[in-house]
């Protein structure tokens, strides 16, 4: 499995799972497309930051392909 926290490992159209910002306590993962990637560091420790093709924003914790 591929490491979230590099954005040199996300691109659009990926598979991934994010944590909302809401969800960071639970840790509860939200399933999308990447449509945008938010953050323009090349790491970010938490994840970086996407916009999914359905609106919503979050970090990557896991990319499924």
């Known amino acids: 499995m591929m490491d979230g ?14 944590v909302q910002k809401q969800h960071q306590r639970t840790g509860q993962l939200t ?5 945008d990637i938010l953050t323009n560091s090349q790491v970010h420790h938490r994840g970086i930051k996407v916009r999914l093709d359905n609106g919503i924003v979050g970090r990557v ?4 392909g």
Do not use: A
């Not at 926290?5 to 994010?18: A, F, Q, S, Y």
């Not at 914790?61 to 499924?64: C, R």
């Open 31 to 35: 399933e999308g497309i990447v449509k």
């Open 5 to 18: 926290t590099e954005r040199k490992n996300i691109k659009p159209g990926l598979r991934v799972k994010i």
């Open 61 to 64: 914790q896991e990319i499924l």
